[in-house]
């Protein structure tokens, strides 16, 4: 019979066994070896070796451990291409776009918290495409405007991808920002206008990142466009085809209240259509030429609001001026009224033609007021 030394003998080695059986490594607690020195590894996104990459999109080089400590972006041609290291040293993100069909290579050194430095190596190749779109803006960069002025970008061939476009372009209103919308007109033309006209006195920035944009199969954008211009004080004109009125309303006032005569309303061909438009051009000088019927007269301080050819011109020679319509389409004036309103007047300016017989179709070029903004926005490929 054991006796109780012996059984205790017995438990000491029976747990001893417990014990060693729990190391980690395979060794006691009290043997057990240094942990391994992690290593500062800097990945890129898009990874290492990825082809096809869009030039406009973003480049990142990030590490988990530590910090990175430099970083060389290189060009095929050797060339460096500056980066954005962030704050805290974990990430660096390349500061500008790449061009197509190139190789670029990257090198980066990181340190971990024991300052041990690591390089990591990479690449990556931009796509090449078919072919490149070079868009354009359908008016130019300053200048001060009317509270109806809209503008437009126009592509040379039609864009089939119209969301992935509309999502690089931004209109930014200052000092508030102003309601608007994006609506494709055509295949190959997008146009903005706000919800309702522009404040007064607004700073309009537009910018369209449209280079590496996928327009088509195969086709990508060639350019970025930007537009700055300023909208003046609100005006509005109002011509009643019935009354033979034009009234000007400057910041919600009515300023001026001139005799008018319109399009004469025996012919369709000449009638002034009703409708909302806004000033496209100004002349001081301009030919009134027309085949059909058999005219062809220069007229002073002509103001164009229609892409069908209705503008607001001198013509005192018309003795129908405030009394019947009698003009080719046009709101003919006489000249001391004509020069006043020329004077003050901007391109941008809205022209609400309303008391007609004919109506102006929902929308024609340049007409971009002739729908109520729903109708607009629905137009918008987003």
Same mark, same amino acid.
């Given at each position: 019979?054991?006796?109780?030394?012996?059984?205790?003998?017995?438990?000491?080695?029976?747990?001893?066994?417990?014990?060693?059986? /729990?190391?980690?490594?395979? &060794?006691?607690?009290?043997?057990?070896?240094?942990?391994?020195?992690?290593?500062?590894?800097?990945?890129?996104?898009?990874?290492?070796?990825?082809?096809?990459?869009?030039?406009?999109?973003?480049?990142?080089?990030?590490?988990?451990?530590?910090?990175?400590?430099?970083?060389?972006?290189?060009?095929?041609?050797? @060339?460096?291409? =500056?980066?954005?290291?962030?704050?805290?040293?974990?990430?660096?993100?390349?500061?500008?776009?790449? &061009?197509?069909?190139?190789?670029?290579?990257?090198?980066?050194?990181? !340190?971990? =918290?024991?300052?041990?430095?690591?390089?990591? !190596?990479?690449?990556?190749?931009?796509?090449?495409?078919?072919?490149?779109?070079?868009?354009?803006? =359908?008016?130019?960069? @300053? @200048?001060?405007?009317?509270? @109806?002025?809209?503008?437009?970008? !126009?592509?040379?061939?039609?864009?089939?991808?119209?969301?992935?476009?509309? *999502? #690089?372009?931004?209109?930014?209103?200052?000092?508030?920002?102003?309601?608007?919308?994006?609506?494709?007109?055509?295949?190959?033309?997008?146009?903005?206008?706000?919800?309702?006209?522009?404040?007064?006195?607004?700073?309009?920035?537009?910018?369209?990142?449209? +280079?590496?944009?996928?327009?088509?199969?195969?086709?990508?954008?060639?350019?970025?466009?930007?537009?700055?211009?300023?909208?003046?004080?609100? #005006?509005?004109? #109002?011509?009643?085809?019935?009354?033979?009125?034009?009234?000007?309303?400057?910041?919600?006032?009515?300023?001026?209240?001139?005799?008018?005569?319109?399009?004469?309303?025996?012919?369709?061909?000449?009638?002034?259509?009703?409708?909302?438009?806004?000033?496209?051009?100004?002349?001081?000088?301009?030919?009134?030429?027309?085949?059909?019927?058999? +005219? =062809?007269?220069?007229?002073? *301080?002509?103001?164009?609001?229609?892409?069908?050819?209705?503008?607001?011109?001198?013509?005192?020679?018309?003795?129908?001026?405030?009394?019947?319509?009698?003009?080719?389409? /046009?709101?003919?004036?006489?000249?001391?009224?004509?020069?006043?309103?020329?004077?003050?007047?901007?391109?941008?300016?809205?022209?609400?033609i309303t008391g007609s017989s004919v109506e102006m179709p929902?929308?024609?070029?340049?007409?971009?007021?002739?729908?109520?903004?729903?109708?607009? !926005?629905?137009?918008?490929?987003?």
């Amino acid at each position: 019979m054991k006796t109780r030394r012996t059984i205790a003998a017995i438990a000491l080695v029976v747990l001893a066994g417990v014990i060693t059986g /729990c190391s980690t490594g395979g &060794g006691s607690l009290a043997g057990a070896g240094p942990v391994a020195e992690q290593q500062a590894l800097v990945t890129a996104d898009p990874a290492d070796g990825t082809q096809d990459v869009n030039p406009a999109a973003p480049v990142t080089l990030r590490t988990g451990i530590g910090q990175i400590t430099e970083v060389q972006f290189s060009k095929p041609d050797g @060339g460096r291409l =500056d980066g954005v290291l962030s704050e805290d040293k974990t990430s660096w993100k390349l500061g500008v776009d790449l &061009g197509f069909g190139k190789t670029y290579s990257w090198t980066a050194k990181a !340190k971990n =918290d024991k300052g041990t430095v690591t390089e990591s !190596k990479g690449s990556l190749t931009t796509l090449a495409p078919g072919r490149t779109v070079q868009a354009r803006m =359908d008016m130019g960069d @300053g @200048g001060t405007y009317g509270v @109806g002025q809209t503008f437009g970008i !126009k592509f040379p061939s039609p864009v089939q991808d119209k969301a992935a476009v509309q *999502k #690089r372009l931004t209109v930014t209103a200052t000092p508030a920002p102003v309601e608007g919308s994006w609506a494709w007109v055509s295949d190959t033309e997008v146009r903005y206008r706000p919800a309702a006209y522009w404040p007064a006195n607004t700073h309009v920035h537009v910018a369209a990142k449209l +280079y590496a944009a996928p327009v088509a199969p195969g086709a990508y954008g060639a350019n970025d466009l930007t537009l700055d211009f300023d909208i003046g004080r609100s #005006r509005i004109m #109002r011509g009643n085809t019935q009354t033979h009125r034009f009234l000007v309303e400057d910041n919600g006032v009515q300023t001026a209240d001139y005799p008018a005569s319109y399009g004469a309303e025996n012919d369709p061909g000449k009638v002034t259509p009703n409708g909302n438009y806004v000033i496209m051009s100004k002349h001081e000088t301009e030919r009134m030429k027309n085949d059909k019927y058999n +005219y =062809d007269v220069m007229v002073n *301080k002509a103001m164009r609001f229609s892409s069908n050819g209705e503008y607001t011109h001198a013509y005192s020679q018309n003795p129908n001026i405030g009394r019947s319509n009698s003009s080719h389409g /046009c709101v003919n004036l006489r000249d001391a009224d004509a020069a006043a309103l020329f004077g003050s007047s901007l391109v941008g300016d809205p022209v609400i033609i309303t008391g007609s017989s004919v109506e102006m179709p929902a929308y024609a070029t340049n007409r971009d007021w002739q729908l109520p903004y729903a109708q607009w !926005k629905a137009k918008s490929a987003l």
